[in-house]
Structure formats: structure tokens, C-alpha cells
């Protein structure tokens, strides 16, 4: 009987030692996440009360000990501003590859995360693993990104929800990059590329609009999102006839009424629901999508039945829903946009509308569409093509397939 190849038995050896190794880390991430959670409670309450500063100052942070192998990570609190500009406090997470960073700092990619819930426990960096939701973590990493990502206001600290809110969620956003700026063992530069998916890509496409005039400090170089929630209007009529759209309304109304509570103070904008559903909303607004059998539970019986009318034609949510939706003011950075055409949450003839829009004010557009690909893998399937083109336009590049 033959022996086998010693490089064989050698390449064996080493895959079993990669395996052992991974399981490690696994195992110590679990245990240092699970171990962090402790001090959660305490880290997201911001002093009472809060001194003011300006948009993007740290008010607290601590290393993330669950952070990757080859990477460091932190926990961040810091000042961000509502929609009518008053100073509120935001979570969010840094993390970078370990290693030397180039000459003026690493590039910052501020990632948008999809909709989670509305509620405070909903936010991601409370999870045990903080960067799950990251899409494309490890391959941002590799290319030498540092990645700043916010929980939005509402989400993590104790404070109105800015669920589907263009102008606060934007803010988060870019206030996170500032934040990441002042840790000063990240060596952050100040480029920055923005990448959202879902309820993220709204986020990513306000803060790009507004980037230039509330954070002229950080050199915008990019947005690319996947399966954007860029137009409200769209979505709603969509959706509100499904689970889908029965829950992202019951995470939106008390957001929108908390906001606007000033502009429509005599119950307008609570007014579409039926009485079943202004009896529900409080509950589900209070749930994260991981509870999805109570979720399932409380707005099944609701599908159809939530709301007396379209919101989309119905005022004051007619206004509401195009002022928060993307497009409003025009792009001067390059734009991709990736959508899967097996989506139906948000339809792909709804993103095909939006880029129409982009190509019409003259943004330089990449667009892909994926066959096949569900809503929840687009930022997956976008993936690829997201770090090509990030590549590009950090390069001086502007794509455009308009």
C-alpha cells in the first residue's frame, strides 16, 4: 500500500489546524460577546444631562473584545442631531483591520444597516456578534477599509425611534464617520464611501444629498446601495397589502408622529389606521424582527386590514412619504445601485424608477440588476461589484451605464 504524498499530508495538516483555529475565534467571539452584554446597560445610557457638543464628538467609547481575529473594534456613543436639528445621542460600532494604515488614514466605509426593528433593543452593535449585519465585513477589511457602523437614533439608546426618517438616519450616518475620526488608533482619514441596503439604502442616499453641507469636513467619494427603500411612496402602496408592509407601517407611525408631532399635532397622522390597528401598533412598534413568531402573531390577522386607505395617496402621509424619499436634492458623486429582480419587498420596478430619477439630474449611475436574487441577498449579490467599483471611484473614476 502506497503512503501518501507528504504535501498532501502536509496540506491536510494545515486545513486541520485552519479549522481548529476558526473554531476558536468563534468560540472566544460568543464568549467575549456574550460577556460584553454585562456592561451594555450602562454604556447606552447617555449622562443626564447631556452637555451639548458638535455633531459627531464622542461621548463614550470601549474596545469591542469580540472583535474578528486581525481586527480592532470599538463600541461608540456619540452626538448627532435630529430632524429638527436638536443634539441626541447615537450608538454605532468602529472596527479595522489590524496592520499599518496608508498615508492620510483609511478610507471610511459608513454602512447602513437593513431594518432590524424601531425599539431600542433592536440595534445591532447590542448583539452578541455587533458586525453581523455588516454585509461584505471581511471583504472591506481585507481591502484595508475601516467600517463605522450606526445603530440610528432610537435604536440602542433610549430615544424616539428615526425609522424610515431620511434626515436623522442621514445624520447617524454621517456623524458616525465623524466619530470614528476621533479614535485616534483607527488612523481614519476623511474620504468616506457610503453603503446601505434596505432601509440602509435610504439612509446612505439622505446622507449622501446632505454630506456636502452638514459634513463638509469628510470628502464624499461614493454611495452604493442595494435594494434601496428610496421611494416611500412606492414602497408603501406595495407592500401595506402584505406581512411586509403591515409591520414596516407599524414601525414607522410612531417614528413619524414623534417627529412631526409639531407639524400634525391634532392625531392626523395616526388617523389612517383602523382601530385594530391603532390598538396593534404600540406592540409591534416595540418588537425586533427577530421575535418573528410574535410578530406573525399580532399582525397576521391584520394584512389588509391595518390601515382605511393607501398611505401613499392618503395626506398627510402622501407629503410625508415623498419628503423622505431619496431624490429630493441631486447627486454629485458617483452612485451604484444593485437590486435583485426576485425582490418583493422592495419592487425592482421601484428601484428602476429611482435610477430613472438619478440619470435624469445627470448622476453618474452604475446599475446592476440579479435574477434570481431575494431581497434579503441583494447587498450579497451586489457585493462583487460594490468593491470593483468602490476601487474606481476612489481612484477618480465616475462609472456611469445610464
Not at 407601517?249 to 391603532?278: C, H, K, N, Q, V
Amino acid at each position: 500500500m502506497r503512503s501518501r504524498h507528504p504535501v498532501i499530508l502536509a496540506l491536510g495538516a494545515a486545513a486541520a489546524i485552519l479549522v481548529v483555529l476558526i473554531a476558536a475565534d468563534a468560540i472566544r467571539r460568543v464568549t467575549e460577546g456574550e460577556a460584553e452584554k454585562a456592561t451594555d446597560a450602562a454604556f447606552y445610557a447617555p449622562p443626564s444631562p447631556m452637555p451639548t457638543a458638535a455633531p459627531g464628538t464622542v461621548i463614550r467609547s470601549e474596545p469591542i473584545a469580540s472583535a474578528p481575529a486581525g481586527t480592532t473594534a470599538w463600541r461608540l456613543l456619540y452626538h448627532s442631531q435630529d430632524l429638527a436639528g436638536a443634539d441626541i445621542p447615537v450608538s454605532g460600532v468602529l472596527i479595522v483591520p489590524d496592520g499599518a494604515a496608508p498615508p492620510g488614514g483609511r478610507t471610511i466605509v459608513s454602512w447602513a444597516h437593513p431594518t432590524t426593528g424601531a425599539a431600542p433593543p433592536c440595534a445591532p452593535s447590542l448583539a452578541v456578534d455587533p458586525f453581523q449585519l455588516v454585509e461584505g465585513l471581511h471583504e472591506l477589511l481585507a481591502a484595508g477599509y475601516a467600517i463605522v457602523a450606526t445603530d440610528y437614533p432610537g435604536l440602542g439608546v433610549a430615544i424616539d425611534s428615526s425609522y424610515l426618517l431620511g434626515v436623522p438616519a442621514a445624520h447617524s450616518v454621517l456623524d458616525a464617520a465623524r466619530a470614528a475620526r476621533s479614535i485616534d488608533e483607527a488612523h481614519v482619514g476623511d474620504r468616506l464611501l457610503l453603503w446601505g441596503h434596505s432601509q440602509g439604502g435610504q439612509a446612505a442616499l439622505f446622507a449622501a444629498e446632505r454630506a456636502a453641507a452638514y459634513a463638509p469636513e469628510l470628502t464624499l467619494e461614493g454611495v452604493a446601495v442595494a435594494a434601496p427603500a428610496a421611494d416611500l411612496a412606492a414602497l408603501m402602496t406595495d407592500d401595506i397589502v402584505n406581512l411586509s408592509g403591515t409591520t414596516i407601517a407599524s414601525f414607522a407611525i410612531p417614528a413619524y408622529e414623534a417627529a412631526y408631532a409639531d407639524r400634525y399635532p391634532g392625531g392626523e397622522i395616526t388617523a389612517i389606521l383602523t382601530p385594530a390597528g391603532a390598538k396593534a401598533t404600540p406592540e409591534m412598534a416595540a418588537l425586533c424582527l427577530t421575535q418573528a413568531k410574535e410578530i406573525h402573531a399580532i399582525a397576521d390577522p391584520l394584512v389588509g386590514a391595518y390601515v382605511s386607505s393607501d398611505p401613499a395617496t392618503t395626506e398627510p402621509w402622501q407629503t410625508l412619504l415623498h419628503e423622505n424619499s431619496a431624490g429630493g436634492q441631486p447627486l454629485t458623486v458617483p452612485v451604484f445601485v444593485g437590486q435583485g429582480l426576485a425582490d418583493t419587498l422592495v419592487i425592482p420596478s421601484a428601484t428602476e424608477g429611482y435610477v430613472r430619477l438619478l440619470c435624469a439630474q445627470q448622476t453618474d449611475v452604475t446599475f446592476h440588476t440579479f435574477p434570481d436574487v431575494t431581497h434579503a441577498l441583494a447587498a450579497y449579490a451586489s457585493l462583487p461589484a460594490v468593491l470593483e467599483w468602490f476601487a474606481e471611484v476612489e481612484a477618480g473614476q465616475r462609472p456611469n451605464n445610464c
